[in-house]
């Protein structure tokens, strides 16, 4: 009796007890549910602003295609999502931060230093360097061998005057260890207003151990060529070409128009392309023009398997006259399209060191907003067939600038320039 009716108070408690679970089980799911809900909705809401932002800049989000290669893009949104609902400081990022960055690391994963996102502020920065106007040390940046290098320090700049040279090694930029910094935030960090300073910690071949370098920034104007006499070899012209920027066709005419306007013209030109980090592709193609045939092959693009031609357009005014060309490792781009086209023909002796070896194409894409694409999409060759990127051109003769050259003034690839057209002068 006992038991039985201790069986029948026991049965109760057990009632509720499935009841009171089926109502948490419910509610929970209700709020999973409601949670899910929230969440799909709150993806849809970014996505729909993502979508405005990608259609402001003018790009296709084809979901379809994602899905077709095993791409769920909803993990964006997810992490998207996130950021902006947890974020510490989420009040300070917005929309078009988070979206500009989401690209600049889309560019970035594909490991290529010269293709690059630029947000509207640093693109407008990008024309202002192709004018030749900017604030900054004054020197051409590269990626050799994944390290931050000097590919050429301005001529006449704080990077120069401060000791900077072609060839060296940046690890440090204001203490900032510079390893797998893509090239335009190094670029950004050592760029500053007029009077700041920047310290680059340095290596070089001839250094024992690394070194500090602090720069004070300026204005920096690139005339692009300078016209200069030697003294003492009146029947030499000697040309200064620092970039193939925006300037230079205007610029080189003018230089030319003077040497050709002489009463005693000269017989010899000396181009100096040491140190020039390069510039516009049809800059380059113009400037060999003045050796070159009209309809003369100057460079080819290698793409795909294909390739196009730049080929010139007008009658050479200069093929006449005996040519050095000197280049350094800080000769790069359009510097070397330049120097290996004169020397495929033979119309110039190249003298000096191996050049940089930046031989690849960037497309230059404008974006909506003010922002835009660099983009690598193809390889120069010389006429003949040289493949530029990352070998260089190698000088006819090999005359190399030592650390001791530098300190005492002195000039050997120059010298070695004057030597040889002298004496093709005399042996005319």
Not at 17 to 26: D, R, Y
Not at 188 to 208: A, H, M, P, S, Y
Not at 295 to 316: A, H, M, S
Not at 364 to 390: Q, Y
Request: hydrophobic share 35%; glycine share 6%.
């Amino acid at each position: 009796m006992i038991e039985k009716q201790f069986k029948k108070y026991l049965i109760y408690p057990i009632i509720i007890l499935v009841i009171f679970s089926f109502l948490i089980g419910l509610i929970v799911g209700q709020q999973k549910a409601t949670d899910d809900f929230r969440k799909k909705e709150s993806i849809e809401r970014s996505k729909n602003n993502g979508n405005l932002l990608f259609g402001i800049l003018g790009i296709k989000n084809d979901e379809k295609s994602l899905k077709d290669e095993g791409v769920d893009f909803d993990l964006f949104w997810e992490v998207w999502n996130s950021i902006k609902k947890d974020y510490l400081n989420k009040k300070n990022i917005s929309d078009k931060q988070l979206f500009y960055g989401s690209l600049k690391g889309m560019v970035a994963s594909l490991e290529d230093p010269y293709s690059v996102f630029l947000e509207p502020e640093k693109a407008k920065e990008f024309y202002q360097d192709l004018q030749g106007d900017f604030e900054g040390i004054g020197a051409e940046l590269g990626i050799k061998k994944n390290i931050l290098t000097v590919i050429a320090p301005l001529s006449d700049y704080p990077a120069e005057k401060a000791g900077i040279k072609a060839g060296d090694q940046i690890y440090k930029i204001d203490n900032l260890d510079t390893t797998n910094m893509i090239l335009e935030e190094a670029v950004n960090k050592i760029r500053g207003k007029n009077g700041t300073q920047v310290v680059l910690t340095i290596k070089r071949n001839d250094f024992l151990e690394f070194k500090e370098i602090t720069i004070t920034r300026a204005k920096i104007h690139i005339q692009s060529v300078k016209l200069e006499p030697i003294e003492n070899h009146k029947e030499i012209a000697y040309l200064k070409i620092r970039q193939f920027n925006e300037n230079i066709k205007s610029e080189f005419r003018e230089a030319i128009n003077k040497i050709l306007s002489q009463e005693e013209k000269p017989k010899g030109i000396i181009i100096d392309l040491r140190n020039n980090p390069g510039g516009l592709l049809d800059a380059s193609v113009d400037i060999a023009n003045y050796w070159l045939p009209r309809d003369i092959v100057v460079v080819k693009e290698k793409f795909d398997g294909q390739e196009k031609e730049y080929k010139t357009l007008d009658n050479p005014i200069l093929d006449k006259f005996q040519t050095i060309i000197l280049i350094n490792q800080g000769s790069a781009s359009a510097s070397e399209i330049f120097a290996g086209a004169l020397q495929d023909y033979k119309k110039a002796t190249i003298v000096g060191e191996r050049t940089f070896g930046k031989g690849c194409v960037q497309k230059v894409e404008d974006l909506r907003g003010g922002s835009m694409l660099k983009l690598t999409i193809a390889d120069w060759l010389t006429p003949l067939g040289r493949r530029i990127n990352d070998k260089g051109i190698d000088p006819d003769i090999k005359i190399e600038m030592t650390p001791k050259d530098y300190e005492q003034d002195k000039d050997p690839q120059m010298e070695k320039a004057i030597e040889l057209i002298d004496d093709k002068i005399k042996n005319k």
